[in-house]
């Protein structure tokens, strides 16, 4: 994987789960480390028969440089920018190449990539995500993801309006105003994908802020073929964006986000927000599966 003439392609995917240090939790990802002679075909193939949210390709690789260019896969379709996918894909080449600062190329542009090592010895990865930015969301955009969620204005907590917010894709946010409502979650799969194509989003952030500094976080998945995410890097990069936006932010904040627990595979993010920096940082864990 020295340069893209130097091998050939290698496209059996690796398995991790991304922001947990257990097998039973986080988000499980694909990671094919040699995708270069792949096309469009194939690696949308090997995305949907993994049936994994996301799975990721390095498409061309210097390992001298320790810079990769990386496209990402839903089982339906090609994602811009996937969080997860890229904590577990920078830990299985951190593994490979020994900690240390890696640069990625994505579609969305360079995704610089911190990785070292906990008191324990596990790889931890820390993403710098694009610039974010967030806009409050329209009525018509509102009133069409409540129908499809089956919620009301009631449910949603006044301080924290809905917004689109981007951190390499777009994502509704909308903050629940008790735990219990973000825990009830039973939607209408079509309705809900169809409102998110017409409008471009990759997840709907559903969120309940338990402190400042704590989220709890749930992400409906409709338009990559999935229900739900159990943990989504990059809605919590947006996230970080949209509480800047808001000016919930005014000095350099880390935020616990706690996902996948209501679907019994938990999942720990951590963000660093700055008021001064419209870029988040996404650090976790990730570990091999099978």
Not at 176 to 198: G, K, P, T
Request: charged content about 20%; glycine content about 10%.
């Amino acid at each position: 994987m020295t340069t893209t003439e130097a091998r050939s392609p290698l496209t059996e995917p690796l398995r991790y789960s991304a922001f947990t240090d257990d097998p039973k939790g986080g988000n499980p990802a694909g990671v094919v480390l040699d995708a270069f002679g792949l096309d469009d075909a194939a690696m949308l193939a090997i995305a949907a028969d993994l049936g994994y949210s996301e799975t990721a390709f390095v498409t061309r690789g210097d390992e001298a440089a320790r810079r990769f260019q990386v496209r990402y896969f839903s089982p339906l379709a090609e994602v811009a920018f996937c969080g997860h996918a890229t904590i577990a894909l920078t830990v299985a080449l951190a593994e490979r190449l020994g900690v240390g600062d890696i640069l990625l190329d994505t579609p969305v542009g360079e995704i610089p990539v911190a990785t070292g090592r906990d008191g324990s010895g596990a790889v931890v990865a820390t993403l710098t995500s694009v610039a974010t930015r967030s806009r409050p969301a329209t009525g018509a955009e509102l009133d069409a993801t409540l129908r499809s969620l089956g919620w009301s204005g009631a449910d949603l907590d006044p301080a924290l309006p809905p917004h689109v917010a981007f951190g390499g894709n777009d994502h509704l946010v909308l903050a629940a105003a008790s735990r219990a409502r973000l825990a009830d979650l039973e939607y209408d799969f079509d309705a809900l994908a169809a409102v998110m194509r017409e409008h471009g989003w990759t997840t709907v952030n559903l969120v309940w802020r338990e402190s400042p500094e704590r989220f709890h976080a749930r992400n409906p998945f409709p338009v990559g073929g999935v229900v739900e995410d159990p943990a989504t890097g990059a809605a919590a990069a947006a996230l970080g964006g949209y509480l800047r936006a808001l000016g919930l932010v005014t000095r350099p904040t880390t935020i616990a986000i706690r996902q996948g627990e209501d679907m019994g595979r938990p999942s720990d993010l951590l963000i660093d927000v700055s008021p001064e920096d419209p870029r988040t940082r996404v650090t976790g864990r990730a570990v091999p599966l099978g």
